[in-house]
């Protein structure tokens, strides 16, 4: 990183992907919970901008304590309670991604800001596969028992409300499901579990994490050049490309190493305690 930019009397507004960037298979280093304390005790502004909903944030997550989040990759955004942002899909969207998806008996959650639903007959098998998934680490079943106290055995799928989509186990790959429901919705990586099945997450397309990012800055009447960004995953792209501050975590894909201002070390190393640092945060 390069030398400590002046923020003195500026109020910035930090915005922390979770997995990968925040916390570690779902478990948030002490490092980031005093950084997150310290910045905002010196009067800037931290949201969590997660690809996850809200009812997919446990407390051991929210610990820290934030001054608002941006959700489900942009479809939502909240500040100090208030919602700014709430994009659901459309109805017919919404019935075409079900459709699709039962079809292909593929394992799948429809994200909910209330609740996370999954078809009864794939309960099982989706929790098999997050039990895997956080099992490689240590403290990793915490990770996938916030998640899986989430989920709801939904059999009228038909009758929610959701903004996103996590496909964990899918007979067909993602870009052909993305064919199959239509040109309205778009794929990336899946950021909690893709252990070389057919998974990603499905969204509205021109939905991203910048969007809730400028709704929320609009709200408290921060300059985007005055924004970062901290993300280490392809939905982090539109965010790190907007922000004042684009910051990676190395080791991130390609893509998002290149647009970067700047890098920083994972979780494990607690990076965001030396980036907060440089950043002149705290």
Same mark, same amino acid.
């Given at each position: 990183m390069s030398a400590k930019p002046s923020t003195a009397g500026t109020v910035r507004a930090v915005f922390l992907d979770v997995d990968g960037t925040y916390a570690d298979y779902g478990v948030?280093?002490?490092?980031?919970?005093?950084?997150?304390?310290?910045?905002?005790?010196?009067?800037?502004?931290?949201?969590?901008?997660?690809?996850?909903?809200?009812?997919?944030?446990?407390?051991?997550?929210?610990?820290?304590?934030?001054?608002? %989040? *941006?959700?489900?990759? #942009?479809?939502?955004?909240? &500040?100090?309670?208030?919602?700014?942002? !709430?994009?659901?899909?459309? +109805?017919?969207?919404a019935a075409r991604t079900v459709a699709e998806l039962d079809a292909h008996d593929a394992v799948y959650i429809l994200e909910a800001q209330e609740a996370l639903h999954v078809p009864p007959a794939a309960a099982e098998r989706l929790r098999a596969i997050l039990d895997a998934h956080f099992r490689q680490v240590p403290g990793g079943p915490m990770g996938s028992?916030?998640?899986?106290?989430?989920?709801?055995?939904?059999?009228?799928?038909?009758?929610?409300?959701?903004?996103?989509?996590?496909?964990?186990?899918?007979?067909?790959?993602?870009?052909? %499901? *993305?064919?199959?429901? #239509?040109?309205?919705?778009? &794929?990336?990586?899946?950021?909690?579990? !893709?252990?070389?099945?057919? +998974?990603g997450e499905l969204f509205q397309r021109g939905i991203s994490?910048?969007?809730?990012?400028?709704?929320?800055?609009?709200?408290?009447?921060?300059?985007?050049?005055?924004?970062?960004?901290?993300g280490d995953g392809a939905n982090d792209l539109e965010m790190i490309a907007y922000a004042g501050i684009g910051v990676a975590i190395e080791g991130s894909i390609p893509e998002l190493m290149a647009i970067a201002d700047r890098t920083a070390r994972g979780p494990r190393q607690e990076g965001l305690v030396a980036a907060f640092a440089e950043l002149g945060l705290h």
């Open positions: 948030v280093p002490e490092g980031h919970v005093r950084a997150v304390r310290a910045a905002r005790e010196a009067g800037h502004r931290v949201l969590l901008c997660t690809g996850r909903p809200v009812s997919m944030l446990p407390q051991s997550i929210l610990a820290a304590g934030f001054d608002g %989040l *941006v959700a489900s990759a #942009g479809a939502y955004a909240e &500040v100090a309670g208030e919602v700014l942002v !709430d994009r659901r899909f459309p +109805a017919d969207l028992s916030a998640i899986l106290g989430a989920v709801q055995r939904t059999a009228d799928r038909a009758a929610v409300s959701f903004a996103k989509v996590s496909v964990f186990d899918s007979p067909v790959a993602m870009e052909d %499901l *993305v064919r199959e429901i #239509g040109q309205d919705i778009a &794929v990336v990586a899946n950021s909690v579990a !893709d252990e070389g099945r057919h +998974a994490k910048a969007d809730g990012v400028a709704a929320v800055i609009a709200h408290l009447g921060i300059a985007r050049e005055d924004t970062i960004a901290i």
